[in-house]
């Protein structure tokens, strides 16, 4: 995101002094005079934030912060006072302005507070980004969520197996999202208009398993775990799917059911019917760069539950976040962001607070991670797309416990 700031003060030797302290960090400064030379530039889609004094000839800073708040409650407005202004900051701050500063500011205390809007600029953008995306876009879109490569991947096999009636394996670590897959992969399908029946396998005996039938007729019958299923009901649901019922038949697992089928433990023959066509969900460890935009879904959608207003997620929790294993996956980022939202504990160390050696090992191990994801668990082709010798590579995956073999699809 271009990090731009809208700076309003009628005094131009300020004007440049400011403009110029930004443009050194980097910052795209816009100025203007005035509020009626300011206001073309507030918009909803502003990326930025907005800098003003509060006296200024004509309408002042409240003109403007009223105008802003009016136009985006969201954007941040940060003012700067005289020495005799504080008392009215005070005032505006509780109007909505983001922060004041006390006139001549010291440019690394105007940094310190852009910094602080700018994460809560970006926030808000990339939640109303995600929103958008939501609403226009088909169930797959909608529904399961990330910018990385393994999240378009698993979208674009939802969209591939979706259209027709097969039954369709899908399969995935602890807490991913199975259920959810399932959900959308019936949604786009031909039977999507029908119900989605979802039944534990664990237990169901062949009579519940007709019922479930019966229930999803027209639509799609989900079975979950289903490497837990009776062998009774095994050999019922074969003779199902042999006799051509009036249902979807979708199956969810976190269990190898070829392996398991190879031991005689599951019906070789219910899971070749079965793997007709398979959906992979990778782990989060595979796609660390999807943790800060699912983290902040979480967190818009625990507020919205809770009735309380989202909290500012800062990059160094998200850069905490993103260095850690997350073996419960999504469910476990979505129970972070509860406790997030209601200001309890977290169990995640704050990355400021690890050093720099720590902070390196936790990232590299993510990267190794994502790249046997991205390349089916295949050593050889995951060491040459990181560009590392084949020994060096082998060396840092001995170093983390990371096994290629867990990372085949």
């Known amino acids: 995101m271009i990090r731009k700031?809208?700076?309003?003060?009628?005094?131009?030797?300020?004007?440049?002094?400011?403009?110029?302290?930004?443009?050194?960090?980097?910052?795209?400064?816009?100025?203007?005079g005035s509020?009626?030379?300011?206001?073309?530039?507030?918009?909803?889609?502003?990326?930025?934030?907005?800098?003003?004094?509060?006296?200024?000839?004509?309408?002042?800073g409240f003109h403007l912060l009223s105008y802003a708040r009016d136009t985006d409650p969201d954007l941040p407005v940060?003012?700067?006072?005289?020495?005799?202004?504080?008392?009215?900051?005070?005032?505006?701050?509780?109007?909505?302005a983001f922060d004041?500063?006390?006139?001549?500011?010291?440019?690394?205390?105007?940094?310190?507070?852009?910094?602080?809007?700018?994460?809560?600029?970006s926030q808000v953008l990339e939640t109303r980004?995600?929103?958008?995306?939501?609403?226009?876009?088909?169930?797959?879109?909608?529904?399961l969520f990330g910018r990385s490569q393994q999240a378009e991947g698993l979208r674009d096999r939802v969209r591939a197996v979706a259209p027709t009636r097969a039954e369709v394996l899908v399969t995935g670590p602890a807490g991913s999202g199975i259920s959810k897959v399932a959900e959308v992969v019936h949604l786009m399908s031909p039977v999507g208009q029908g119900p989605f029946v979802k039944r534990a396998a664990s237990g169901l005996s062949p009579e519940e398993l007709l019922r479930g039938c019966e229930d999803g007729a027209g639509g799609s019958l989900f079975l979950?775990?289903?490497?837990?299923?009776?062998?009774?009901?095994?050999?019922?649901?074969?003779?199902?799917m042999e006799k051509g019922a009036d249902v979807r038949i979708i199956a969810g697992t976190t269990a190898d059911l070829a392996a398991l089928s190879a031991q005689g433990a599951f019906n070789a023959d219910l899971f070749y019917r079965l793997d007709v066509m398979r959906v992979r969900i990778p782990s989060l460890a595979e796609r660390p760069e999807d943790i800060p935009v699912l983290f902040r879904h979480y967190v818009a959608?625990?507020?919205?539950?809770?009735?309380?207003?989202?909290?500012?997620?800062?990059?160094?929790?998200?850069?905490?976040?993103?260095?850690?294993?997350?073996?419960?996956?999504?469910?476990?980022?979505?129970?972070?962001?509860?406790?997030?939202?209601?200001?309890?504990?977290?169990?995640?160390?704050?990355?400021?607070?690890?050093?720099?050696?720590?902070?390196?090992?936790?990232?590299?191990?993510?990267?190794?991670?994502?790249?046997?994801?991205?390349?089916?668990?295949?050593?050889?082709?995951?060491?040459?797309?990181?560009?590392?010798?084949?020994?060096?590579?082998?060396?840092?995956?001995?170093?983390?416990?990371?096994?290629?073999?867990?990372?085949r699809r």
């Not at 006296?55 to 002042?60: A, C, F, Q, S, Y």
């Not at 940060?78 to 005032?91: F, R």
């Not at 050889?380 to 001995?398: E, G, I, W």
């Open 224 to 240: 979950d775990e289903v490497s837990a299923m009776p062998d009774a009901t095994q050999y019922a649901a074969l003779e199902v």
């Open 301 to 407: 959608q625990a507020a919205e539950q809770s009735g309380i207003a989202a909290p500012e997620v800062t990059s160094d929790h998200l850069a905490a976040l993103m260095a850690q294993d997350w073996p419960g996956n999504a469910r476990s980022l979505m129970s972070a962001a509860m406790r997030f939202v209601l200001g309890m504990p977290e169990d995640v160390a704050n990355a400021a607070d690890l050093g720099l050696s720590e902070q390196m090992a936790r990232v590299e191990r993510s990267l190794l991670i994502a790249a046997l994801g991205r390349h089916n668990g295949k050593a050889s082709d995951a060491a040459k797309a990181l560009k590392l010798p084949r020994k060096t590579f082998y060396d840092k995956l001995s170093r983390y416990g990371i096994r290629p073999e867990d990372y």
């Open 100 to 121: 004041f500063l006390e006139k001549p500011c010291a440019a690394a205390d105007l940094l310190a507070v852009l910094e602080r809007a700018f994460e809560a600029r």
């Open 78 to 96: 940060v003012l700067l006072t005289g020495e005799g202004d504080i008392p009215m900051a005070v005032q505006a701050m509780g109007q909505g």
């Open 129 to 143: 980004a995600l929103k958008r995306e939501m609403e226009r876009g088909d169930p797959a879109a909608r529904m």
């Open 5 to 32: 700031v809208l700076l309003v003060d009628d005094d131009a030797a300020v004007r440049e002094a400011l403009a110029q302290t930004l443009e050194l960090a980097e910052y795209e400064p816009v100025t203007a």
């Open 35 to 60: 509020f009626v030379a300011a206001k073309d530039h507030i918009r909803r889609d502003f990326s930025g934030v907005v800098v003003s004094d509060i006296r200024m000839p004509g309408r002042d």
